[in-house]
């Protein structure tokens, strides 16, 4: 059995059962978007969390304790997306990702965004012109150390 393992059973289980994941997070406590990744395997949980998750998802001991072992993170199949809707993602930062770097250097200068110390928010927009997907990502900078 691997992490792996649980995710598809995870996946499986909301699939056959009509859950949604913003009900999983509720009865979670954190974000309906850091409870997601964690259920697709890219966060740790706690046990208190994990005896949750095997609740909702008919999971065994032995599928629980996965859930609190630290996952291999960005776990995506291929290098360059083939999903239409994560190469999108790929394509913004191939388009835009310049454009990030230079105004966040310019703003505070020489560093990172925090990908640790962070927290995202995705919405639905309603749009006459048809709906919108807006995403707010929110990380910590990091500013780059002399020694």
Not at 45 to 64: M, N, R, Y
Not at 81 to 103: A, H, N
Not at 131 to 139: F, P
Request: with cysteine; aromatic share 10%.
């Amino acid at each position: 059995m691997s992490r792996l393992d649980v995710t598809e059973k995870i996946i499986a289980t909301k699939v056959a059962k009509g859950i949604k994941w913003a009900d999983v997070a509720k009865k979670v406590g954190q974000s309906k978007e850091w409870t997601t990744a964690a259920c697709l395997g890219q966060m740790t949980l706690t046990a208190e969390q994990a005896t949750v998750l095997a609740k909702i998802f008919g999971l065994s001991a032995e599928e629980k304790k996965w859930l609190m072992v630290v996952p291999y993170k960005g776990s995506l199949p291929t290098a360059v997306p083939t999903d239409p809707l994560i190469y999108r993602f790929y394509e913004l930062i191939s388009v835009y990702g310049t454009t990030f770097k230079e105004l966040i250097h310019e703003e505070f200068g020489d560093g990172i965004m925090s990908a640790i110390d962070f927290k995202m928010d995705m919405q639905r927009e309603a749009n006459p012109n048809g709906d919108r997907v807006a995403i707010t990502m929110s990380g910590k900078f990091l500013p780059y150390k002399t020694y």
